[in-house]
């Protein structure tokens, strides 16, 4: 199951609302990912990940059930068949350097909302700039 929006105006006001919505949806069990898109090629996604934050890992939002279970969020791309598994969309690569522009991110219970959705943009506004400087060279997608 997931949940798609398209971002209107790429707000950190509209992003931070996304992602609490995206959390009390996941929370809710009503969604499993969720995907903010910021452009034709690059997302926010907000989902459930395994990926490696165990439940001794406090400052995380767990799975009541499966505790290595997280909610996370992080940049991504849009040009995945099948994004709703949070784990499998992948994160900017640079094919030349085999660098990943690493955003993944757990959610907090505490999380301050506005906070991420500010440095989430701000990482995704340099992304930007470096792919249009030709510093970084993301996959080509098909």
């Not at 490696?52 to 939002?61: M, V, W």
């Not at 999380?111 to 992304?127: F, G, I, Q, R, V």
């Amino acid at each position: 199951m997931k949940r798609y929006i398209k971002a209107a105006t790429n707000s950190a006001s509209d992003l931070a609302k996304f992602i609490k919505e995206s959390v009390d949806n996941l929370l809710a069990g009503t969604a499993t990912n969720n995907q903010y898109k910021l452009d034709n090629d690059w997302a926010v996604y907000v989902g459930w990940s395994d990926a490696g934050y165990t439940d001794d890992f406090e400052s995380a939002i767990h799975d009541e059930n499966d505790p290595d279970w997280t909610i996370c969020a992080k940049i991504a791309t849009t040009h995945e068949a099948v994004w709703a598994d949070y784990d499998f969309c992948d994160m900017p690569y640079n094919e030349k350097t085999g660098d990943v522009w690493d955003t993944d991110m757990a959610i907090s219970p505490e999380e301050s909302y506005p906070n991420t959705a500010a440095w989430l943009l701000n990482e995704y506004d340099e992304l930007i700039r470096q792919i249009e400087s030709g510093e970084f060279v993301p996959h080509e997608y098909n």
